[in-house]
Structures are given as C-alpha cells and as structure tokens.
C-alpha cells in the first residue's frame, strides 16, 4: 500500500501516525516497534487513528469476554472491571455511531452484539 495514504480509509495527503506503544484497555503493555511483531507497519489518519484504539480496546474486551465465557480466568471476573468494560463498548459503539461513512475497522454489528452478550448469562 502506498506509504502516503492511510492504511484503513485509503485517504492520502493527511498527516499519518502509526500506533505502536501503549497500553491496551487492560492495562497491559504492548509493543509492536519490536522487528518481530511489527513487520508490516500501519499507517493511520487521524479519524483512523481514534477508530484504531477503539478497535484495540474492543478486541481486548472480547478476547477477556471470550475466556469468562468459557470459564477460564479472565479480567472481567471483576465486578468492576466487568463494568468498566460495558461503559467502555456502550461508547465505542456510540463513536462508531457518530462515523458517516462508517469505519472499516469496526463493524457496529458486531459491538451490538458483544454487549447484548455482557447483558447475557456470562
């Protein structure tokens, strides 16, 4: 893909970022400036960008709501954490809401869904 343009809307001639550091919505460390985990490096616009970490936090909440489902230890086994959580997904979906055009980095279906599922016996 064109170095110039943004890896998820295709937009070019906009200052792009790339996110590498930082912590997930866990508060766990990720780093993708490592050769290893970063061998095709993506570049983003800045509406990207915030979609970007929106789709992060909304990955690993599902990741974490995945293993509660099935029993094994999650974050989400927290009252607290389990709430943060919900609040965090009901504005991400609210944002994702809010894009015209829609996102190619996050499916409003698919938030719907996870959320319906937090409301559910897991």
């Known amino acids: 893909m064109d ?13 792009l970022m790339k996110l ?4 997930d919505f866990f ?14 490096p993506k570049w983003y616009c800045a509406p990207c ?4 970490h929106l789709q992060r936090d909304f990955r690993d909440i ?8 099935k029993g094994q230890v999650s974050a989400l086994s927290e009252p607290e954490v389990k709430q ?3 609040l965090r997904l009901q504005e991400i979906a609210a944002i994702a809401g ?7 980095l996050l499916n409003p279906a698919d938030i719907t869904q996870l959320i319906a599922q937090f409301h559910g016996p897991a």
């Open 84 to 86: 943060r959580a919900q």
């Open 20 to 23: 590498s550091l930082g912590k």
């Open 3 to 15: 170095a110039g343009s943004c890896n998820a809307c295709s937009a070019a001639g906009l200052p």
């Open 62 to 69: 599902r990741g974490e709501f995945d293993k509660l489902a």
């Open 98 to 104: 809010t894009q015209a055009a829609g996102s190619p």
């Open 49 to 52: 960008s915030m979609m970007k």
């Open 27 to 40: 508060g766990r460390t990720y780093d993708r400036l490592s050769p290893a985990s970063d061998q095709s």
